[in-house]
C-alpha cells in the first residue's frame, strides 16, 4: 500500500510553472524553490543581447529547466541537459520528447560540466543536490525511502559537486566566452561561493538572491562584466 509513496510517483506527473511533466523514481521531484528561480533564468537569459545562446543544465534530473529555458526563450538555439544517471535522463528524455523539443535539447551523460569542455557555451545553470550530512539524517524516512538520493545529497559539506564543477571549469577552453554561471545551494556555502568569486570568477559580477521559500537556500548568480 502506498501510504507514504509521493503522489507525483502515483501519478507519473507533476506540475511545473503550469505544465503537466512526466516523473518517475528516477528523478528527484523539483520543488517550488526550483519553479521560482526558473523564472528569473528565463527572464535572466530573455535580457541578454546575444542571440542564438548555448545553455548548459548541469544535473538536469527531469529535464523541468531544460524544457522551460528551451520553449521559453526565443534567443536559445539549444540547451546541453547532462545528467551522471541513466534513470533521470530517460525522464527527461520523456519530458523533453513530450514538449516536442528533441531537436533544441541534447541529453549528454557525464560527470557535470565534463562532456563540455571541448564545446563553447554561454550560460551554465546548475541545479545540483546540496543536502550535507546532518540534513540526511534529519530528513523524513519517506523521502529516504523513495526519492533517489543521487538527487538529495551533495557530500559531507553539501558543496562537494559544486566544487567538482568550479574544478572542471578551470580547464574549460571557452572559459573567457562565458556569459553567466547560475546555481543554487544553501546558506552556509555563501563563504565558498565568494571565495570563487575572487579566485575564479574575479571578471563576473556576483549577485546572491534569497530563495523565495526557503530564505536558508540561495541563489548565485556570477555574471561576465
Known amino acids: 500500500m502506498n501510504v507514504n509513496k509521493p503522489k507525483q510517483y502515483i501519478d507519473k506527473e507533476f506540475t511545473f510553472l503550469g505544465k503537466k511533466f ?3 523514481q528516477g528523478a528527484h521531484i523539483p520543488r517550488h524553490s526550483t519553479e ?3 523564472v528569473h533564468y528565463i527572464n535572466s537569459i530573455n535580457n541578454l543581447s546575444k542571440s542564438d545562446l548555448v545553455v548548459a543544465d548541469v544535473g538536469t534530473g527531469t ?5 522551460s529555458i528551451a520553449s521559453q526563450c526565443p534567443n536559445v538555439k539549444k540547451v546541453y541537459a547532462i545528467d551522471l544517471f541513466e534513470n533521470a535522463l530517460q525522464v527527461a528524455s520523456i519530458n523533453g520528447s513530450n514538449f516536442n ?8 551523460q557525464g560527470d557535470l560540466f565534463e562532456p563540455l569542455l571541448d564545446k563553447q557555451v554561454d550560460v551554465i545553470i546548475a541545479n545540483l543536490p546540496f543536502a550535507d550530512d546532518n540534513k540526511m539524517k534529519a530528513l523524513r524516512s519517506e523521502v529516504i525511502k523513495y526519492e533517489p538520493m543521487t538527487g ?10 559544486y566544487e ?5 571549469l578551470e580547464k574549460y577552453s571557452y572559459f573567457r566566452y562565458l556569459k553567466g554561471l547560475w546555481i543554487y545551494c ?6 565558498r561561493i565568494e571565495y570563487f568569486h575572487r579566485s575564479l570568477f574575479n571578471n563576473f559580477n556576483l ?3 534569497e530563495d523565495k521559500y526557503k530564505p536558508y537556500y540561495l541563489h548565485a548568480y556570477f555574471h561576465r562584466r
Open 186 to 191: 544553501n546558506l552556509e556555502h555563501k563563504p
Open 207 to 209: 549577485n546572491i538572491v
Open 36 to 38: 521560482f528561480i526558473t
Open 152 to 161: 538529495i545529497y551533495g557530500g559531507r559539506t553539501g558543496f562537494e559537486l
Open 63 to 67: 529535464g523541468v529547466l531544460s524544457v
Open 101 to 108: 523539443l528533441e531537436d533544441k535539447i541534447e541529453l549528454l
Open 22 to 24: 512526466y516523473i518517475d
Open 164 to 168: 567538482r564543477l568550479f574544478k572542471q
